[in-house]
T-cell receptor, first 118, second 111 residues
Framework: GAVVSQHPSRVICKSGTSVKIECRSL??????MFWYRQFPKQSLMLMATSNEGSKATYEQGVEKDKFLINHASLTLSTLTVTSAHPEDSSFYIC??????????????FGSGTRLTVV | GESVGLHLPTLSVQEGDNSIINCAYS??????FIWYKQESGKGPQFIIDIRSNMDKRQGQRVTVLLNKTVKHLSLQIAATQPGDSAVYFCAENQAGTALIFGKGTTLSVSS
């Protein structure tokens, strides 16, 4: 159990367009989801925390109007990169959490989305 | 803000050797620590975790040691195999908040 599906795995978009990334918890309800960004040869950097039914909490330096997060249900969170630019090219990874069910169950990661903006 | 760091960026070992990957953390309030393995182009894969009320935890071929006095975490991999080659991250948090990741150590295993 505790599978998180992330889609798409790779996306190439033109500069100025928007891209939506989906994160789904397949076999559990995720009250909290986390979005990370990872540049080449670097660590995962937390972008935002989203709780189902409420606004996301963004980390310092992350533009909330550029990285729109929606967590409208207990199994789906989406990250939309708006007006993408080449510097937004990165590996985006989500993590889903269901507090109270054990730590390893509570921090399951998706397989990541490689975004390339040309 | 506080962050988790690593002592060494790369580690090269021979197949069959034991590997030790280290991590230093700075948040004394952290009560939960996890080691993840990440292969190229993939998401982090859970290896082993430990809570702050423990000093050691063992899994299959892996052991995590926690020294709260010096805020140090280590991952020991026994009989390292080529399939263990990857980047290893430690992560920490407190009370169910988001995991904060360290910088990562690249483990390279040669046969």
């Amino acid at each position: 159990g505790a599978v998180v599906s992330q889609h798409p795995s790779r996306v190439i978009c033109k500069s100025g367009t928007s891209v939506k990334i989906e994160c789904r918890s397949l076999d559990f309800q995720a009250t909290t989801m986390f979005w990370y960004r990872q540049f080449p040869k670097q660590s995962l950097m937390l972008m935002a925390t989203s709780n189902e039914g409420s606004k996301a909490t963004y980390e310092q330096g992350v533009e909330k109007d550029k990285f729109l997060i929606n967590h409208a249900s207990l199994t789906l969170s989406t990250l939309t990169v708006t007006s993408a630019h080449p510097e937004d090219s990165s590996f985006y990874i989500c993590s889903a959490s269901k507090p109270g069910t054990g730590y390893d169950y509570g921090y399951t990661f998706g397989s990541g989305t490689r975004l390339t903006v040309v | 803000g506080e962050s988790v760091g690593l002592h060494l960026p790369t580690l090269s070992v021979q197949e069959g050797d034991n590997s030790i990957i280290n991590c230093a953390y700075s948040n004394s309030a952290s009560d939960y620590f996890i080691w993840y393995k990440q292969e190229s182009g993939k998401g982090p894969q859970f290896i082993i975790d430990i809570r702050s009320n423990m000093d050691k935890r063992q899994g299959q071929r892996v052991t995590v040691l926690l020294n709260k006095t010096v805020k140090h975490l280590s991952l020991q991999i026994a009989a390292t195999q080529p399939g263990d080659s990857a980047v290893y991250f430690c992560a920490e948090n407190q009370a169910g908040t988001a995991l904060i990741f360290g910088k990562g150590t690249t483990l390279s295993v040669s046969s």
